[in-house]
Structures are given as C-alpha cells and as structure tokens.
C-alpha cells in the first residue's frame, strides 16, 4: 500500500514543481472558429444528403474519397457521409487547430504533456539509429537501441533455450503480468502476430487483481519452465505488485524456496530501478524505458519484451519498421493526404457534427480479437476529457466510445444494432487480401461478408424494393433498411509485422489529431486516479479490523453486506 502511495504523491509532486499548462498558447474555443461555423451550417445544409445520391451524383466518388498509404494500406472513406467539401471544411479546422504546429512540438520533443510535464516521444521508439531526437538536451535514439539490442539478446536466449531455469530446465512458459498500458498492448499484440510466434513456449497475460486471473493462467504450468515479466511503468501499481507478488510465493513454492530461484524465473520492464531492485530482481535482467513513453503508447518499447520473446527480434524490428513509416507520412505528408490526420478528421465530422457517440472497431481477420480493447485504452484513455489545454471546460463532444470484434461473429450478433438500431454507430472496418491460414473459400467468404456490410450500411434497402421483392405489406418496413450508415474500410495486402505497426501507428496519430483539435491532452490520464486512491482507504475497512467505515449510505451498505458475506 505504502508503495501504491508514492505512486500518487509522485503525481502530486509532479504536478505541484511543473510548469503549469498556462505556458501552453491559450487558443479561442474550437466552437468560436470560424472553420467550425463552417462546418455546422455545412451539417445543416447536408442533413438530407443520402450516400445512395451522393454516390450516384459523383462518379468518381469512391476514387476522390479513398487514398493509399505506406506499405499499400488503402483506406476507402467514400462510404463516409462527406463530399469533398466536407473535407476541405474538415482540413481548414485542422489548419486553424494548429495542427501541423503541434506535430511539429511532438516530433521536436517538446513537452506537450503540460499537466505532466513530459515530452510524448512514442515515435522515438521506432526511430532508426542513425536519428537524433532531443529530449532535454541528450539525444534519446542511442538509449533506445541500447535496450532494444538487449532484448534482442534475452529473447535470443528464451527462444534458443540457452536461458536456463533455476532447475536447468528451459523456458516454456512466458507470462507478463502488467495492467492497463503495462498489459492491452502486448496481449493484443502477441494474438495479432500469433502466425509469426514461436509455437514451443507458450504466452500469457495476467492483469486482473481477482486473483482468478493468476490462477487460471497458471495451474498448469510448471514453474521449473516459466518466466514471468513483470511490466510496470512505475513498478508500483497495486494490481501488477499484488500478481507479482503472488507470481513469487507461486515460483519459490515450487522450486524449493531458494530465493536465488527468482533471478531466473523473473525479469521487470519499468522505469523504477529501485523498486525493481527491492523486488528482488536483479536490475541486469531489467529493461528501462522513459518518462515520455506513455502507458497505452508503450507496446513497442520494452514492455513489448513478451511481443519480442514470442516473435523473434527480426519480426520485431520489421514492426517497428511499419510504425516508423507510419510516423514519417503523418510527419510529411500534406494534410489532403494524410491517413491518421483524414481518419481524425473524419471521426470528428461524425462525433462533432453528426452526433455520433460511438465507434465501432470491426477487423475481419480474427488474429486482432484483442485490437479493440487495446483500442478502448488508447482512444478513450487519451481524448476522454471535458478541460481543455487551457484548463476550460469543452463545449464539444470529445472521444466517442470505442468498441468492437472481430467479424464474422458480431455479423450475428450487434450488427442488428448498426444496420437498423436508433443510434448513428459510424464503422471501421479492417480486412487483409492476403490469408495467413489459406485454406479453402474461407478468406474469400470473410471479405465478401466485410464489403457486403458496408454496402448494406451504406445503400440499405428501401421499402420499394423490399416490396418489389414482394414481401407481405405488413412485413416490409420490418425489412426496410435505411442506409446512410457510415463506414471506412482499410484494406491491407497482409497482416504482417510490418502492416501491424503502421496500423498502431495509424491509430495512434489519428488519437494524437482529434486530441488537438478538439483542444485537450491526450497524453495525461487523471480521470484513472479517484477511484484508486478511494479503493485504499476501503480495503482496510473490508477486513473489519479498521474502525467503523463513514462512507454514503450505499457503500456503507455494501461494505457491510460484503463483511457479512465473509463472516466478519
Ligand atoms: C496508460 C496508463 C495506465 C498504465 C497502468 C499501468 O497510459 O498510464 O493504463 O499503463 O496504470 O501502470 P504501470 O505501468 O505504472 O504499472
């Protein structure tokens, strides 16, 4: 607990000693803008647009709407409710937001994490060698390329079986044990790349407190062959301590109690050396990283050790190779062109102009199973927040709730929802040409169902022709669909480490571009901090042994019923 607190005061204590956000230029509300106005009377003008007339009245529509970025990452937005017109609304707001400023401050290093006092240097972990990129006067690419040639060589040693066990026997079992950024990322990322891992060890995540998580992925390894890695920024987050914790008790119950045992079963990915140390990991089997890697930016720096275990450093590298293209067209391509800043852009037409206040994520290729959770941090962690940079309250709607599966299987279930439900649930949609299991029909079958959805949510059927089909009079506006449903569907040739990368990255920026425009930092997260402290001052209380808990009369209740459930 006591560490959990200096996790908290260490925030208060950055927040008391930093510049304040008042450093940061203040800017007019984004609502006072002109471009904004624009782009509301625009809406207004539109509102009986149909994708059906805007696609009969343009003929080179899905042409003009569509565009091709790196690595031949085509993303078609023309079943989106824009014309070209709203699209170059859309850029004038960019421009005014004081977008290509921001990129700018990003790439510099500056510290555009003002309610943190922290550079956002995610790009800086795929940055080649041979860059330079300052941080406070010391170029940060070396260091990076330090701990990547380090856990090039621990994942040599794990994959090769020349890493030994406390008992002489090799690894077979990795599992990292992190939450949150320390955890979404790599999980998604070890089923993403699932083709290209290492089929003789196995990999697990381990998050939750519920110590059912621990459990499970546990009885049935033997800890004489497994590895944990344990992932904390800070190395002092109550639920990735409480599993390590427990990972240890579990290791040295099993391999004889002798504490040297944990040498070789544990290693930490963290920018907390001290505390890594009083764990009882030695800091050589340490992997740092730095303050200015966010939590849910973090999945290609060294809390990607477990990706990297389970891929091979080469297929590792090829992935940060696909983020760092990403990360050169966002830095270089004009706006008109550019996949993270037209994916932004429409995503604001969507939430700020046609109401939207959801996304739905639905990749056809069922190694991203995990992509949308991962999603959901990175989206709603960064731009869920009502204050802007100059610490006023937003008069706009800021991140639409994330969401998703993979498809086929939602096609069963929630599309119900998109096709016909009351809400507006915008889509993208993510397919491959290119199978990574060829076999049979499937992978034509699985495109031909992702492109017959967003024709269907975009052209509908109306009830003439669901009449003409000679559907019972009383039937047909049960089968009637309206169409105008939008969708974005980006289509790759495979899903490769490369491709992966480019499509973080992809979303990564596109984060980064909605963030600025709609005026906020997507970098900080404080809206995670009230329930954690107010949990520390309950678990005391649940074990009855502190004194009568004063909470409203609900948690009092809860808390009572709960001890009484425990027979305390
Ligand atoms: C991410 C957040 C948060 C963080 C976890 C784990 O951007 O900061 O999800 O990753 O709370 O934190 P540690 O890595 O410090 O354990």
Known sequence: ?????????????????????????????????????????????????????????????????????????????????????????????????????????????????????????????????????????????????????????????????????????????????????????????????????????????????????????????????????VCSKTFTTLETMTNANTARDWALKGLGGDVAAVAKHFVAVSTNAEKVKA????????????????????????????????????????????????????????????????????????????????????????????????????????????VTLDGARVQWSTCPAVWGQPGTNGQHAFYQMIHQGTPLVPCDFIAFCEPLNPIGKHQDLLIANVLAQAEALAFGKTLSEVEAEGSAPWLAQHREFDGNRPTTTILCPKLTPATFGRLIALYEHKVFVQGTIWGINSFDQWGVELGKVLAQRIIPELSGAAPKPAHDSSTQQLIERYRAGRGR
């Open 1 to 229: 607990m006591a560490t959990y607190f200096s996790k908290v005061q260490c925030y208060i204590a950055t927040m008391t000693n930093m510049q304040t956000a008042s450093s940061h230029a203040v800017r007019a509300p984004l609502n006072s803008l002109a471009q904004w106005k624009a782009l509301q009377s625009h809406c207004s003008q539109q509102a009986n647009a149909h994708l059906r007339d805007m696609f009969k009245g343009d003929a080179a529509r899905a042409k003009s709407l569509s565009i091709e970025g790196p690595g031949k990452m085509f993303m078609d937005y023309s079943k989106q409710r824009v014309t070209t017109q709203t699209m170059e609304l859309l850029l004038s707001l960019a421009d005014a937001s004081g977008l290509r400023a921001r990129i700018d401050a990003m790439f510099r290093g500056d510290k555009i994490n003002v309610t943190e006092d922290r550079a956002v240097l995610h790009i800086a972990l795929r940055a080649p060698r041979t860059s330079r990129i300052m941080v406070d006067g010391v170029d940060v690419v070396p260091s990076v390329h330090q701990v990547l040639d380090r856990m090039s060589a621990f994942a040599d040693s794990i994959r090769s079986g020349a890493w030994k066990g406390h008992t002489g026997k090799r690894i077979r079992n990795v599992i990292n044990i992190g939450i949150g950024g320390s955890d979404l990322g790599p999980a998604m990322a070890y089923d993403a790349l699932c083709a290209y891992t290492a089929r003789d060890i196995s990999f697990r995540f381990v998050s939750n407190v519920d110590a059912t998580d621990f459990a499970e992925k546990t009885r049935d390894c033997d800890p004489a062959e497994t590895l944990f890695i």
């Open 279 to 386: 764990f009882g990991i030695d800091t050589a089997n340490m992997f740092g990283f730095w303050d200015w890697v966010g939590g849910r930016y973090s999945m290609d720096s060294a809390i990607g050790l477990s990706t990297m275990v389970a891929v091979g450093p080469a297929a590792f590298k090829e992935m940060l190779g696909g983020f760092h293209e990403m990360d050169e067209h966002f830095r270089t391509t004009p706006f008109a062109k550019n996949l993270p800043v037209l994916m932004a852009l429409v995503g604001i037409w969507n939430t700020n102009f046609l109401g939207a206040q959801t996304l739905a994520v639905l990749p056809y290729d069922q190694y991203l199973d995990r992509f949308s959770s991962y999603l959901q941090q990175l989206e709603m962690e960064s731009n869920g927040k009502h």
